[in-house]
């Protein structure tokens, strides 16, 4: 095992995903070093240092990982050139920059499924302008093959009148699913090749900004579907030789089976109950994973639910919290706030973990803060 105190560990994207990272470091002692883009971000002031800088330019990013130990990432869309010198000069980047270039692309992503025999939706993969000639395989969701993020870059194309509304760059139509639900499974695995995996949690998405809104953990599914979602999870991080933290979400469609929708080689928005609901948390594991320590212990601690919290539509600005402390009198409620100043319709400003006995007073108590929580301006 390589760990040390003092490790230096930098982190290109300084986001919430970076500020929960660093408060798990700080107990392995950990220099935490930030670049982002935003003077605002944030990780600003909690890290060891924080650089204001591109993650997307090849000279910012060589210059920012030159004196770390460790190299890792909160955001997939990052300068893959840079990385790749970096790794050859010696520093430990994880994920490894293999990885994250096949995961920037959409496209490359159901090629790797296709090839290890991993059950993904039926798709076609087009170039330019080319969604007009595919229509016999609506309805479909247009997926941009590089750039999209959180509900951005997706488009539903149901028939041929849809086609106005098409992306013009290289896409991956994948056939719509008869589905029944959404899951997730985080998966771990270190440098010494031991792997871990969470139990599937299920999701529940805001139906205008294509964002998760409720996380259930565990999942109600059968045993058989836990099996097949745990031994996806696993067989991907295999077949990636992935060092860190990897996020599957999954399709649970009305006949039974388990289809992976898309990966995303990081911390994520569905492990987010692991800081309370779970003996370790995604954020420590991926640490221990790109440390190499031995992987902490993944089983749920009490079911729990996991509330985004999203800016409230039309109101733009420095962000208010309205009902905060009538939540955090609530019995189980664990709220988590990301330092953003300025707030607008949907964009992630926090989230809130109810922990319970049960999974169905858990819901009932994320309901009333759903509806007393608001982030306005």
């Known amino acids: 095992m390589s760990y040390r105190p003092k490790t230096k560990l930098g982190i290109l994207g300084g986001g919430q995903l970076g500020r929960m990272l660093i408060q798990e470091t700080i107990n392995l002692d950990v220099d935490v070093h930030v670049l982002d883009p935003d ?67 959409k496209g490359a992503q ?83 090749g031991e792997i871990k995996t969470f139990p599937t949690v299920e999701l529940e998405f805001n139906p205008i900004a294509n964002l998760v809104e409720f996380l259930f953990s565990p999942a109600n599914v059968s045993d058989e579907v836990e099996k097949t979602s745990q031994k996806i999870a696993k067989t991907i991080a295999e077949k990636l030789q992935i060092v860190g933290l990897l996020a599957v979400e999954l399709f649970l469609d009305k006949e039974g089976n388990v289809l992976v929708n898309e990966i995303a080689p990081r911390p994520h928005n569905s492990g987010h109950q692991s800081i309370e609901g779970n003996y370790t948390s995604q954020f420590m594991q991926h640490v221990r994973a790109i440390l190499n320590i031995s992987l902490g212990n993944t089983e749920i601690v009490k079911p729990s639910v996991m509330v985004n919290l999203l800016g409230e539509d039309g109101f733009s600005g420095e962000a208010q919290y309205e009902g905060l402390e009538d939540v955090l009198a609530l019995k189980g409620v664990n709220v988590h706030l990301y330092g953003k100043r300025f707030t607008k319709p949907f964009r992630k400003m926090g989230h809130v973990t109810v922990i319970a006995e049960t999974l169905e007073e858990a819901k009932t108590t994320a309901k009333k803060v759903q509806q007393t929580l608001k982030v306005k301006a």
């Open 110 to 192: 159901k090629e790797f499924y296709d090839k290890h025999g991993i059950p993904t939706s039926d798709y076609r993969l087009i170039g330019k302008n080319d969604a007009e000639n595919h229509s016999d395989f609506f309805p479909v969701f247009q997926k941009l093959r590089k750039g999209g993020y959180d509900g951005k870059g997706v488009q539903s194309l149901k028939t041929a009148a849809d086609l106005s509304k098409a992306f013009s760059e290289p896409s991956v139509l994948e056939k719509a699913v008869d589905l029944d639900k959404e899951l997730s499974v985080i998966v771990a695995r270190n440098a010494a």
């Open 39 to 105: 003077p605002d971000a944030p990780c600003r002031d909690i890290a060891h240092s924080f650089t204001n800088g591109s993650f997307n330019d090849y000279e910012t990013v060589l210059a920012f990982g030159k004196g770390m130990d460790v190299l890792t990432i909160e955001i997939e869309h990052v300068n893959v050139d840079a990385l790749e010198v970096l790794e050859k000069q010696g520093v430990k980047v994880y994920p490894q920059p293999n990885v994250i270039r096949l995961i920037q692309d």
